[in-house]
């Protein structure tokens, strides 16, 4: 058994039998050893427990073994299984990780230690599902920084770490190779990973030069099922009531691409210096195609309402619009970092160089909108019972025939290309002096790092309504299946984007659109630049059963973004301004950790911090989207401040058994000028619109309890050998207030009030299984202008199964079952008895081969 998936641990057989019971009789001699193979998930979590037990501060680990255990795709989805972890998802995969509920913009993310930006067009917020695990050896979840690590983490900071070559013993080279089906698309893809790592002899020195690769590829075709219902005022007999405003039915089919690859070259010069060059390229394709029915219930007019029960007249034709859509996103980043450290005769020097680059690119994005002819229609609605349920009626009697593509002709084709750049050039300096004067137990640390940003983001959306005369019944396609409905007939998205290539010259901007178009074009882009310079001195104090790190770091921030203002004038008619923005601000960071080891299986860790957050680029540049046929603006907002956050936390952690561990701490977070999303729909410079932008709420702060338990049941009794346990619960009490609704408290967005992950797994030298589950509850999205538009994400409990069967020491066969419990994604507006979105995915399988050779 290589050492990738065995530790081999030494163990008296006296202990050995004490545990198990075993008589005297049976017992060998006190000084016989035996050889304990310890493989699979053990050995991941083994690996990962010696991480967080020598770690200075506050940080949790998965290891690469451990992430192959859970049903994983993507680094995202493996965060999640630590404490304090949730995420959220995009169909059905997880996305975006937040720390101890705090918003996924406000951790960093770094690969290798080298900080990487985002494709996304304005968010902070890393994708963490276009990282592959196969791309991983080790991941950290840094929750309290000390003061030598960047200080914009209010949440934390979240490191993939690829492998050493000289962390193996031998040459190695391993292989994973599967199938995986969607139940929903009842399509089947594939998955594969290489990698290689080896210790070769260069420069006429022995063994001093190591190499690590590897390539991965993961392909999954699913798809889901959605339905977006909208509520609001309308009038009914002079009197404002809430009702149901718009309903959108949405199927989507993707085929989803990673590519991910690495390599890394480590050179030991000698036995004081060490050079190397780290590289990560990850690659990003998503095909999508969207069928969409709207029903715009507010073109009609209420004639009853009892606040459950809603009849509407009179819906025009063109109230029914079905439409299909297509795109591919492409989304690509690349991370490469040169650096070497040196062990000096009194010090210790390491440096580094980094350079991050990372895009998004969707450039035929095109959706053909098409309008219903003929009769207007009645409809009956049931709302305030979850998803609102509507029939429509002709005649007094139901509609039949509505969704025939028949009746259904082109009213414009809308095109939104986006181009996103995020590039950075990093770098950091440290020296390190043990024995700081005279002194044994103290070392000082100080360095100098700076980051340099420049984003720019190109979003134009282009509304051709001159074309030609088509019906949608020339696109009809077989009937997709829908689980919330009727979807009505198919809509074949391939051929109708040939018909529009095809026939490209017969689509254009109408003329009274084309200033608006050139408007549309331009309001949405910004290039901003960012540039972060910081210094830090640290000291650490090693006694003997007590470690201090004091120090604090200085963080320069200048920030300058050119966008453009929307502006209406007092005929309604939009144009646009250029605008150019900038702010320069420093910040003092200080930061006090203790850890304490009272017992030789108890350590105790405590923190004071101070750290911030810098707005996104989407909130702090000059710019907007606006949306006519829905009447909504989305804004930035250049005069805001950055968050500022104090910390406390204090952690106790009991070790126990060959891999046990039972964990529990306390926290707190105190956050100044916390930024949110507020709507409104009282704008004067907007009127009528509901119009989104993010502002600085008064105060907020987030209180949390985390507890993490594992275990090896054979520590209990020798019956239960090889089965593994493991439990983690966190649970939050965070309020946020916010001046535009003056004397009330919210939730932080995005923190959920409890987060859990559970394992049952069981081991021996043949199988290795794993049943785990994971959950998080409710949590605050947005905030609207009362209660009736808080936007709010519904509980998430998701069950997963992996199994693997060793044929020998170098093969497995390997089966996955993702989200067994079919777990759908929910949003709800003000209260759980009106959905504002439902989604489902359904449960996905895998099987395949793992090996080495």
């Not at 193979?37 to 427990?49: P, S």
């Not at 975006?96 to 990487?116: C, K, P, Q």
């Amino acid at each position: 058994m290589s050492n990738s998936h065995a530790f081999t641990y030494r163990k008296l057989l006296i202990a050995m039998l004490a545990v198990s019971g075993a008589s005297g009789a049976n017992a060998q001699s006190s000084g016989e050893m035996e050889e304990i193979l310890v493989f699979g998930q053990r050995a991941a979590q083994n690996k990962a427990l010696d991480e967080y037990r020598r770690a200075n501060s506050i940080t949790n680990y998965i290891a690469a073994d451990d992430m192959g255990q859970f049903v994983d795709q993507n680094v995202a989805e493996s965060l999640q299984r630590l404490p304090g972890i949730s995420i959220t998802r995009d169909q059905g995969e997880g996305r975006f990780v937040s720390v101890r509920g705090i918003d996924a913009g406000l951790s960093t993310v770094t690969i290798n230690g080298v900080r990487i930006g985002t494709p996304e067009d304005g968010s902070r917020a890393v994708p963490l599902d276009v990282i592959p695990t196969g791309s991983v050896d080790l991941l950290e979840v840094t929750k309290v920084p000390t003061p030598d690590m960047p200080g914009d983490a209010i949440g934390g900071a979240v490191n993939v770490r690829s492998a050493s070559a000289f962390d193996r013993d031998e040459r190695q080279v391993s292989y994973r190779v599967q199938g995986t089906y969607n139940e929903l698309s009842g399509e089947t893809s594939p998955k594969g990973q290489l990698d290689f790592s080896d210790v070769f002899s260069a420069f006429g020195g022995t063994e001093n030069l190591g190499v690590t690769f590897g390539v991965n590829y993961t392909e999954r075709s699913m798809e889901s099922d959605n339905i977006e219902p909208l509520y609001d005022f309308m009038d009914f007999n002079g009197e404002d009531v809430f009702t149901l405003l718009e309903v959108n039915e949405r199927k989507y089919a993707l085929t989803r691409e990673r590519i991910g690859m690495n390599l890394n070259l480590e050179y030991q010069a000698n036995d004081q210096t060490r050079l190397y060059a780290n590289t990560v390229y990850s690659e990003f394709t998503d095909a999508e195609s969207r069928q969409r029915n709207v029903f715009v219930f507010e073109d009609g007019t209420i004639t009853s309402y009892d606040g459950t029960n809603v009849t509407y007249a009179d819906l025009p034709e063109d109230s029914f619009r079905r439409r299909i859509r297509f795109r591919t996103k492409e989304q690509d980043t690349l991370a490469f970092n040169v650096g070497a450290e040196h062990a000096l005769r009194a010090w210790t020097l390491d440096y580094n160089v980094g350079i991050s680059t990372t895009k998004e690119r969707v450039l035929d994005e095109k959706e053909g909108r098409f309008e219903k002819t003929g009769n207007e229609l009645d409809a009956n609605v049931v709302i305030g019972q979850g998803i609102a349920r509507y029939t429509f009626l002709e005649n007094g009697s139901p509609a039949v025939g509505y969704l025939d593509n028949a009746i259904y002709e082109i009213d414009r084709v809308v095109i939104e290309p986006i181009l996103v750049d995020d590039d950075e050039v990093n770098f950091q300096l440290n020296m390190e002096v043990p024995y700081a004067f005279g002194m044994e137990s103290l070392t000082l640390k100080a360095g100098l790092d700076g980051r340099y940003k420049d984003k720019t983001t190109d979003i134009s959306e282009i509304e051709e309504r001159i074309t030609p005369d088509v019906m949608l019944s020339q696109f009809t396609s077989a009937a997709p299946s829908y689980g919330l409905g009727n979807l009505g007939q198919g809509i074949d998205a391939r051929g109708f984007m040939n018909y529009y290539n095809q026939n490209r010259n017969q689509f254009a901007v109408r003329p009274q659109d084309r200033d608006e178009t050139l408007v549309l074009n331009t309001v949405n882009d910004f290039d901003a630049e960012e540039d972060v310079t910081a210094a830090y001195l640290m000291g650490t104090w090693a006694l003997d059963r007590l470690q201090v790190i004091a120090g604090a770091r200085v963080e320069r921030t200048s920030y300058s973004a050119d966008g453009n203002q929307l502006v209406f004038d007092e005929n309604e008619n939009l144009s646009v301004n250029a605008r150019s923005v900038s702010s320069d601000y420093s910040n003092l960071l200080p930061g006090l950790h203790l850890r304490y080891e009272p017992l030789d299986n108890l350590v105790v860790r405590a923190a004071w911090s101070n750290t911030i957050a810098r707005p996104n680029f989407n909130d702090i540049s000059p710019r907007s989207q606006i949306n006519r046929e829905s009447l909504e603006i989305d804004m930035g907002n250049p005069d805001l401040d950055p968050y500022e956050s104090s910390n406390l936390d204090l952690l106790a952690d009991w070790y126990y058994g060959e891999s046990g561990v039972i964990s529990a701490g306390v926290f707190y977070k105190d956050i100044d000028d916390y930024i949110v999303e507020f709507t409104t729909r009282n704008s004067t410079a907007f009127n009528g619109y509901d119009v989104t932008m993010p502002i600085n709420g008064t105060k907020a702060s987030v209180t949390g309890v985390e507890f993490n338990a594992q275990q090896g049941l054979d520590v209990i009794n020798a019956q239960l050998s090889g089965l593994l346990v493991g439990l983690n619960l966190t649970v939050l009490d965070t309020e946020l207030n916010v001046a535009e609704r003056a004397n009330e408290n919210f939730m932080l967005p995005q923190a959920a009030e409890r987060s859990a992950n559970a394992y049952l797994g069981f081991e021996n030298e043949r199988l290795s299984t794993r049943l785990s589950i994971t959950h998080r509850d409710e949590y605050l999205e947005e905030i609207g202008d009362d209660t009736r538009f808080d936007i709010y994400v519904a509980p998430h409990t998701q069950v997963d199964l992996t199994a693997a069967y060793r044929i020998s020491d170098q093969l497995e066969v390997v089966a996955e079952l993702t989200n067994l419990t079919d777990e759908p994604l929910e949003l709800y507006q003000g209260s759980k008895a009106y959905t504002f979105q439902f989604e489902e995915y359904g449960p996905t399988f895998a099987v395949g081969l793992k090996g080495r050779f």
